[in-house]
């Protein structure tokens, strides 16, 4: 009897969640037939609870934000836009301690303007989080006082929704917005675009906008769309003090087109042909694809008796290994600068990977505070599927007709011993210097070089994306660098005579099935890096599409800049500042001349490397 009593009481104890579950369920059924019988539709979500903007209102907030988000990021309800959950996520990443903290050795500002930047974003995102729980807290007063008293649903209503000038979240929100418009009136000019503090806070506005729904107020959206201008004008004024700038090539993601696009653009450099592709030799900025030892193993195993095959190789990539020399070479900042100078020369291409602060070998990497840093990214496994045809024409320019043995029978293993950094995380080693660079295939994690690389990618002055459509590319030439054309209108690279028979090989040698899932699998940290890049480049986006609503100029793109840098100084004996070719059709000008400047070369700049020492 004992027993029997124990068990009882243990399959009530085990059904009371179930029991209580009924009940609560049982309850709402009751109280939705009265509120429907009462004439009163009760909702569970946020958005009808709230009042609708009226459409009168002006928003150029909410112009700049469908432009550049929708429908990527966020889409637009009747109270305004709500975020998917990809880009909640993103945007929580973006503004957690972790990555401020992490991205903070990449300001290009003194340690005061750092210290009130961050404690702009920090205040910001406390201010919003306040905001959305007392709104969430007013939702659900609202719906206890609808549900208990739907029969005096009038008069309860004008109890239960304050006006959000009375809400201690919205006046809290409403400081947060002044301040921030007083704190970037009194930002230092020139010097950096605060990059961080422009994507940060376009984040916070967003998150704002989506939080506030219906309560958004036409002085929130007043003062929103002045700090959007206000961070244009910080990124022009940024942009105009630097002397040059630097364009973080990574491979197979439209290097040549930007090159040639810069030409047109006005910008001066070494070479824009397919041989240079904007980069300066004495730099040493090449390209480390190829392993040569692993290109020799496999001559040896596919073509024994081809002697000649080892030797049958694409040098310029095949530098897997090299790496700066530490003494005598244009690392450091400052030496390029005054090379650049020199030379006459304002700007250029790095396809390796960013080098040691101050040019002092083992020290972090760190971007260039004296160049408005460029990078331009590709959607990963598009840019290694690239990369690979890439290799087999260029194989195929050597070898001929021994192309397709000596692809043949290539496993997932052979590619990466061939490719070693090119089909793992090419971007995050790209961004982070030598020591990631050349560390092993699978080596690479998210906790530790994940969270590095975006905090690199966060102070990249401009970031573009091959994948933009073309009203984002225009405006993020056009107000990003101040450009007068995209590289989505150069030519690019030109096809090999034999694409037919290169194709052929592509078809039957790229890795498939599991081994292509393997190799995405192996690029997921580029993969998350990307969407974050994504993310980033689209905020940029909300202030560039802000910039051209307001019909704001320009301003400094004149003739013979390189959008809103400075034409650099004529070099000693040279008379004219125009690009040679530059008169020519479009995409040419680099093809028809081995310089794609009259201002100096090589020699200038090797000169220039002799004066500065390496620093």
């Not at 503090?197 to 506030?212: H, K, M, N, T």
């Not at 001559?299 to 790496?323: E, H």
């Not at 100029?553 to 500042?577: E, F, H, I, Q, W």
Request: glycine content about 8%; charged content about 20%.
């Amino acid at each position: 009897m004992h027993h029997l009593t124990m068990e009882t009481i243990r399959r009530i104890v085990l059904a009371w969640p179930l029991i209580v579950g009924l009940a609560l369920l049982a309850y709402d059924v009751l109280m939705y037939a009265e509120s429907l019988r009462a004439g009163t539709h009760i909702t569970q979500t946020t958005e009808q609870t709230v009042d609708v903007l009226p459409q009168t209102l002006q928003r150029p907030l909410e112009d700049a934000l469908l432009t550049a988000l929708s429908p990527s990021h966020l889409h637009f309800t009747a109270i305004g836009p709500t975020l998917l959950p990809n880009a909640a996520h993103l945007l929580d990443t973006l503004l957690d301690d972790a990555f401020l903290n992490a991205s903070a050795t990449h300001w290009q500002v003194n340690a005061s303007v750092l210290h009130s930047s961050l404690q702009l974003l920090r205040s910001g995102r406390d201010a919003i989080l306040q905001h959305r729980h007392e709104l969430q807290q007013q939702h659900h007063r609202r719906r206890r006082l609808h549900l208990w008293n739907h029969r005096q649903q009038q008069q309860q209503q004008s109890l239960s929704q304050p006006s959000s000038s009375s809400s201690p979240a919205a006046a809290s929100l409403s400081d947060w917005l002044a301040a921030v418009q007083q704190t970037l009136a009194g930002l230092p000019a020139g010097s950096s675009s605060h990059p961080q503090l422009r994507r940060g806070l376009v984040a916070l506005l967003l998150q704002a906008r989506v939080a506030a729904g219906g309560s958004w107020s036409q002085s929130d959206e007043d003062a929103a769309a002045h700090i959007l201008l206000q961070l244009y004008e910080l990124h022009r004024r940024g942009a105009t003090s630097k002397s040059a700038v630097e364009y973080y090539h990574f491979s197979k993601a439209a290097g040549t087109s930007v090159c040639l696009t810069s030409a047109e653009s006005g910008c001066t450099t070494f070479s824009t042909s397919e041989q240079f592709t904007c980069l300066l030799p004495p730099f040493g900025d090449g390209p480390r694809w190829i392993s040569r030892r692993a290109h020799e193993e496999r001559c040896r195993r596919a073509l024994p008796d081809s002697p000649d095959c080892p030797n049958q190789i694409y040098s310029k990539l095949a530098k897997w290994g090299s790496r700066y020399p530490a003494k005598g070479a244009l690392v450091g900042c400052g030496a390029r600068a005054t090379a650049l100078a020199k030379s006459g020369f304002n700007f250029y291409a790095s396809e390796y990977t960013l080098r040691p602060r101050g040019g002092k070998a083992g020290a972090p990497p760190g971007l260039c505070a004296q160049f408005l840093n460029l990078a331009v990214l590709r959607s990963p496994m598009s840019r290694v599927s690239s990369h690979l045809r890439y290799v087999i024409r260029v194989t195929y320019d050597k070898l001929g007709n021994r192309t397709a043995p000596y692809f043949g029978g290539m496993r997932l293993a052979d590619w990466r011993a061939l490719l070693p950094a090119a089909l793992d995380n090419y971007y995050v080693r790209g961004l982070l210097g030598e020591g990631v660079f050349y560390t092993g295939v699978g080596g690479l994690t998210e906790w530790e070089h994940l969270p590095a690389a975006r905090a690199v990618l966060g102070g990249m002055d401009v970031l573009l994306l091959l994948e933009d459509p073309v009203l984002l590319s225009r405006l993020g030439h056009k107000w990003g660098l101040g450009w007068n054309a995209t590289f989505l209108e150069a030519e690019g690279r030109r096809d090999t005579a034999s694409l037919e028979e290169v194709n052929r090989i592509v078809n039957t040698v790229l890795p498939t099935g599991d081994e292509a899932d393997s190799l995405a699998a192996g690029n997921a940290l580029d993969l998350q890096l990307y969407d974050f890049a994504v993310l980033l480049s689209r905020l940029d986006a909300v202030v560039w599409a802000a910039a051209e609503a307001a019909g704001e100029p320009t301003k400094g793109k004149r003739r013979r800049r390189c959008g809103y840098v400075p034409a650099a100084p004529l070099p000693a004996g040279t008379a004219s500042r125009e690009q040679s070719g530059g008169g020519g059709s479009k995409g040419t000008a680099g093809r028809r001349h081995k310089r794609s400047s009259s201002r100096g070369g090589s020699g200038a700049v090797a000169a220039a490397a002799a004066a500065a020492g390496g620093r």
